[in-house]
């Protein structure tokens, strides 16, 4: 955990004095939203690795290397405006396209207009899914979500959309 996108040249610099990090980690992935533009997010990322002083990518999931570590930024969803919602929406709506019609449904009848981003989209399908989809805790974030067992139903992580990831990984 960063605390945002915002956040990463900070972090970086706290690793910086962290002798076991600069000892035993050869590689870094910063993995991070595209919002709006992916362009302008990679760009914003690659100024905080610069003014943290460690090697800059050139590109998304092309390494930068220098002194022995290995440094890439993976942009989620991969090349098309997004967050991790969206990143996230494809493997939600396998297990379960009854309610992901339902849920694209709601999304039709509500989020129109030009204030509707794609990445605010996002957000409000998986928002909305999660919600149908666990009674339990139908506000339940993300992360909480993958630490239980039974909540990780959801987004299954073995569905086929993380492939190219896990690949890059």
Same mark, same amino acid.
């Given at each position: 955990?960063?605390?945002?996108?915002?956040?990463?040249? &900070?972090?970086? +610099?706290?690793?910086?004095?962290?002798?076991?990090?600069?000892?035993?980690?050869?590689?870094?992935?910063?993995?991070?939203?595209?919002? @709006?533009?992916?362009?302008?997010?990679?760009?914003?990322?690659?100024?905080?690795?610069?003014?943290?002083? /460690?090697?800059? %990518?050139? #590109?998304? /999931?092309? %390494? #930068?290397? #220098?002194?022995?570590?290995?440094?890439?930024?993976?942009?989620?969803?991969?090349?098309?405006?997004?967050?991790?919602?969206? /990143?996230?929406?494809?493997?939600?709506?396998?297990?379960? %396209? @009854?309610?992901?019609?339902?849920?694209?449904?709601?999304?039709?009848?509500?989020?129109?207009?030009?204030?509707?981003?794609?990445?605010?989209?996002?957000?409000?399908?998986?928002?909305?899914?999660?919600?149908?989809?666990?009674?339990?805790?139908?506000?339940?974030?993300?992360?909480?979500?993958?630490?239980? &067992?039974? &909540? +990780?139903?959801?987004?299954?992580?073995?569905?086929?959309?993380?492939? %190219?990831?896990?690949?890059?990984?």
């Amino acid at each position: 955990s960063s605390g945002g996108h915002s956040q990463f040249g &900070a972090k970086l +610099r706290t690793l910086q004095f962290n002798s076991s990090f600069r000892k035993t980690v050869k590689r870094v992935v910063i993995v991070t939203d595209c919002d @709006e533009d992916p362009t302008h997010s990679f760009d914003a990322v690659c100024q905080q690795i610069q003014s943290a002083g /460690y090697p800059v %990518p050139h #590109a998304p /999931y092309e %390494p #930068a290397e #220098a002194g022995g570590m290995k440094l890439a930024v993976a942009m989620i969803p991969r090349d098309t405006p997004g967050n991790l919602e969206c /990143y996230l929406a494809d493997a939600a709506k396998a297990p379960r %396209p @009854e309610i992901a019609a339902h849920v694209d449904h709601f999304m039709n009848m509500t989020a129109i207009g030009a204030d509707w981003t794609d990445p605010k989209k996002g957000k409000l399908w998986l928002r909305a899914f999660v919600a149908a989809r666990w009674p339990r805790d139908p506000c339940i974030n993300i992360a909480p979500m993958f630490a239980d &067992a039974n &909540a +990780r139903s959801i987004v299954p992580t073995n569905h086929s959309s993380f492939d %190219p990831m896990v690949t890059f990984l």
